[in-house]
């Protein structure tokens, strides 16, 4: 066989190749590939959406890190919510699956009940919170000053607004309650009988048990949590918004964040920056530094799961 | 070799599509105004306001200019925010508006130097209309900026003072107060405390308190937000200072940034019936003219008093000043349809007869200075307040900037520092937040 035809039959075989993969590749390409490298690309011009884009240099990351007063803040409350909200919404999930799967009666009832919230629309529920919990006219106050318990602000003050944000995520737990309550169905039962033959406690069951066989889906539950909570917008913004008293007014001038920057969030900057300031390149900075926050995170858990997944999984 | 050229091209390739795309989303328009006006066309308006009454307001509005202008149709697209404005103006297109209003007049720096609305000097100049001599001064220079007129003001807001007439009779308080001494006195004569909150409040004076904004106080004071060169005059300026010390001695005086703000937790929404002016749960509102209207409607148990905003005691002599915003007008730069665009705005703008019937529709000040006057003008007799507030020469407004309204938040933000008691030194937060703007503002160029 001459070295041409050789050729011939590699390129063809890469070409095949190429061919089979080429959904994914296309996918990859415009839906993360080419917007990742614009991102990059764009945060060092200054773009204001109108203008061609020109070269800024690293003007946008100074910006952005140096002057921009609502960044930290917003990195700060970011980071809470991952640390606090992500590992009380697993616990709760999982506390809850394993309570629903241990009742004998009325299942049903309980399973619907805690997975109902979940089907609430993210504005309409962070409505109704800020309703139950307004510190002036909100029942959940008003229980709490009739026994004795000094109110929180909640949405109104800047230490209550983020425990306020995570009661209405640990509401609407549903989605992890239905996943943590098929994991727990799953785990052998041979296995608790055969513990329970050796004499171990509840507790024991649990800790040697359960959490080995579920591990996967703690994984999975406190990934996604991270990924989700980065992304966390709506919830806070709507917060703000009521507990502030800005609706929508004519020209009215809206301070993201009430109160005192406490529900301020990343994603918040990057419309804020972006496409209420127009500048494009600055948001793109915010953008990346969520994108590169995420990368971190996943890349922590990961390495960490050797303790977490056990071999099989 | 012919592997490595055609390596070449497909790179060439790439990069040309890439630069085309970048280049496509840059929403230049080529078009400018070269189409005939006098054609069969049609145009896209798109506006904010969303009330039911001030929709048909509109459209009975844009009815007058197209029975005078027969051959051009007008879509109209009501309840548009600033935000669907400005993203619609960069995506250009067939849907995209030929003629946008904003009620934020802040935003007309933004507007101007993005190039997101055209000149209508050029517009202004062709139709033989000079807008200093046509529109109140406050007006004419919100909007514009750094020479370019991309907008036209349709309607104008002035801000004054809401009292509650039986409140003050029974606290016994002959008239509205006149400077911010007698102001303080009398909120706090107003202000009737039921255990821990209040049963009547004299005045909301928490820059949460919707239009108790820091600009809208600052207006009694004339301010000068920026000086010659453009830089921030917050730190220089004495009405910076004296604005925001007075608004912090109400809030102390009125029971502290806290108490309020819970109390504040507690009224209703500031577009709804329940609006805490309306029910009786404050007894002063610094306010638009639009009020007047909203608060009859919801059909109080008192009667509603109208006066300016009080001045400074050393400014006693400028008493019946106030603030001056409103809602603009313009013509995207992608619009195809230029000619045509214009002689709507030129209509909604300066002809007398449409502005005066359009504010008398949506209870908004007019905004030329032969609507203020005509005498087809109905209003309340309380109106009358605003009507000279805005026509008043020592009223003031805020002018526009490269960036829109960023520096006004700026100084609202340290506002909200500053009355909670997290910043405590008035100097220090003042020199900060003009830094503040000014590298906002360096950032935007």
Known sequence: MTTYTLRAKRRRAAFRTAAFMSPWLIGFTVFFAYPLISTVYFSFMHYDGFKPPTWSGTKNWTYVFEHYPLFWPALRNTLW????????????????????????????????????????????????????????????????????????????????????????????????????????????????????????????????????????????????????????????????????????????????????????????????????????????????????????????????????????? | MPAMSRKVAVALAASASIALLATACTGQSDAGANDDASKDTTINFWHAWSAPGEVKAVRSLVAGFEKAHPNIHVDIVANMTDDKINQALRAGGDKAPDVISSFTTNNVGKFCSSGALVDLNPFFKKAGVDPATTFPKAMNEYTQFDGNRCAAPLLGDAYGLYYNKTAFKKAGITSPPKTWSEFEKDAKKLTLTKGDSYKQLGFMPNYHGWESTTEHYFAQFSPTYFDRSGKSNVAEDPAFEAGFTLQKKLVDELGGYKKLETYRATLGDEWGPKHPFHTGQVAMQLDGEWRLGMAEEAKPDFEIGVAPLPVPDDRADQYGKGYITGTITGIAATSKKQNAAWELVKYMTTDTDAVVGFANDIHNVPSTLAALKSPKLTYDPRFKTFLDIAADPNSTTTPASVNGGVYLVTIQEFGYAYESGRAKDLKAGLAGTAKQIDTDIAQAK
Request: some cysteine.
């Open chain 1, 81 to 313: 919510l991952v640390l606090v909200m992500v590992s009380l919404r697993v616990v709760f999930g999982l506390g809850v699956g394993l309570l629903i799967t241990k009742i004998k009666t009325g299942t049903g009832v309980f399973r619907t009940l805690f997975y109902l919230p979940y089907l609430a629309p993210p504005v309409a529920a962070t409505m109704a919170f800020a309703f139950l919990l307004n510190p002036g006219t909100g029942p959940v106050d008003s229980i709490l000053e009739k026994a004795g318990i000094p109110a929180p602000g909640w949405f109104n003050d800047p230490t209550w607004s983020k425990p306020a944000l995570t009661l209405l995520a640990l509401w609407g737990i549903g989605d992890l309650m239905v996943i943590f309550m098929a994991a727990l169905l799953d785990v052998p039962q041979e296995q608790y009988e055969a513990a329970e033959l050796d004499g171990a406690s509840a507790l024991q069951r649990f800790r040697y048990v359960t959490l080995p066989n579920i591990s996967p889906i703690m994984m999975f539950a406190v990934v996604t949590g991270v990924i989700q909570t980065m992304q966390y917008y709506t919830q806070p913004l709507i917060a703000g918004k009521v507990a502030s008293g800005v609706i929508q007014g004519a020209g009215t001038q809206f301070e993201p964040g009430y109160p005192d920057k406490s529900t301020l969030t990343l994603p918040q900057l990057v419309y804020n920056l972006g496409f209420q300031r127009f500048d494009y390149g600055s948001a793109c900075v915010v953008a990346l530094v969520l994108f590169a926050l995420s990368m971190v995170f996943t890349a922590f858990l990961m390495r960490r799961r050797g303790g977490l997944i056990q071999a099989g999984d």
